[in-house]
């Protein structure tokens, strides 16, 4: 667990440096040009390659030292964010070449993320992988909690281009535990020749093969297409009633509630019926929404964002556990990645019909229905057999 414990934090600063330097170039690229839609295109470079690169990272996690993958992939969004700050400090940073260098950082760490996942079940003892599952949340709550406010700090104090130097340092961070802990190595592969085609075709045929998995896939895809309607359409509504300031309090209560419900994760380690657990914790999502978009005013919204934010380590935490479990210990990252690759297209998705829906009815009624979407898919999902045998799952195979 110690050696778990170095690297994580090694991530986790590096997190908050990759954070801080994606609202700060967010809030440059805005103010350069007062177009929306680079915003858009900036986000999608950002998502896009999870979906078409991080495949690939499965595959490699699962075949390579993760070790020296992670450290590769680590060096490589370091050399992306070099580039950015060679073209801020020259004056060359445009959207397009933002666009261009968020996709070269985003590209290594879909290659990073699958490694770093399977390390998970390689470093941590069975007993305590709720508690691992916890902390990874507390390091992706805490980012965007800190990130934001870090970034409001620094743009002003010294600019961009200071940022993507503090940006460096933290990628410095997250390698110095990598070089330093050894990861245990995968155990003995067939004897066949590499293939990434049938190495990529053996992880979906297994997660085909048992539907409760599917289940779960189809069920954090609805989940993450309603965190982005969310997302977006919250902040209007905000603005709507009330300053930037109470925007600012509203997004606050959502990083809180993810941090407070990321130590409460890693202190707990989860309950043992997980999947029960996941429906009543989208419940209490969804219920936020629908509470907070019903009776839209800056507190309720404070008190709903707290909530939603409360449950989704908790969510995630349970989820990732229960996958930990199923995998075979080999296909671990192709499994990590084909996971992102499914569900994380939801959230552009998300962003896309969000502006169309609310046009139609409004920020606070969408709002609402994303709520009810939450609940109905969560009880549905739960009624479905396979998915509640999941629980029935109760240890790794190695």
């Known amino acids: 667990m110690s050696r778990f414990l170095a690297i994580w934090a090694g991530q986790l600063i590096s997190m908050i440096g990759s954070g801080v ?3 700060a170039l967010a809030v440059f690229v805005y103010q350069d040009t007062g177009e929306v839609a680079h915003l858009a295109w900036i986000a999608a470079a950002a998502y896009l390659p999870h979906v078409l690169i991080g495949p690939y990272g ?9 070790r020296l993958l992670m450290i590769g992939a680590d060096a490589g969004a370091a ?3 070099a580039a950015m700050l060679a073209c801020a400090s020259a004056g060359l940073l445009g959207p397009w070449t933002a666009a261009l260098l968020v996709a070269a950082s985003a590209a290594c760490n879909a290659l990073q993320w699958p490694a ?4 998970i079940v390689a470093l941590v003892p069975v007993p305590q992988l709720g508690r691992a599952s916890g902390l990874v949340e ?3 709550g805490g980012s965007q909690l800190l990130a934001p406010l870090l970034a409001g700090a620094l743009l002003p104090a010294i600019g961009l281009t200071g940022i993507l130097v503090v940006d460096l340092a933290s990628f410095a961070a997250g390698v110095i535990p990598l070089v330093l802990v050894r990861i245990p190595p995968h155990g003995a592969h067939a004897a066949r ?5 049938r190495d990529l075709l053996e992880a979906w045929r297994f997660v085909v093969a048992r539907a409760g998995l599917v289940a779960m896939l189809a069920l954090f895809a609805v989940t993450s297409f309603t965190y982005a309607v969310v997302e977006l359409l919250m902040k209007p509504l905000v603005l709507s009633l009330g300053s930037p300031w109470d925007l600012g309090v509203v997004l606050s209560a959502v990083g809180v509630g993810m941090v407070v419900g990321s130590l409460t994760m890693a202190a707990w380690g989860g309950p043992r019926r997980r999947i029960l657990a996941i429906l009543l914790f989208q419940l209490v999502e969804g219920g936020a929404l629908i509470a907070g978009g019903a009776s839209p005013s800056v507190p309720v919204l404070t008190a709903a964002a707290f909530f939603y934010g409360l449950v989704i380590p908790l969510t995630f935490g349970c989820a990732r556990t229960i996958w930990q479990l199923a995998a075979p210990a080999e296909l671990q990252g192709r499994i990590a990645a084909l996971r992102n690759a499914i569900v994380v297209p939801a959230i552009p998705l998300g962003y896309a019909v969000a502006t169309p829906l609310a046009g139609a009815l409004g920020a606070a009624p969408v709002i609402v229905w994303m709520g009810i979407l939450t609940a109905a898919t969560a009880l549905a999902a739960y009624g479905f057999g396979p998915y509640r045998q999941l629980e029935l799952v109760r240890s790794t195979p190695s």
């Open 21 to 23: 330097t994606a609202f």
């Open 58 to 66: 499965g595959v490699l996690a699962d075949r390579l030292d993760r």
């Open 79 to 81: 050399l992306a964010s």
């Open 116 to 119: 770093h996942e399977s390390s």
């Open 138 to 140: 507390l390091a992706r």
């Open 193 to 197: 020749p590499p293939s990434t085609r």
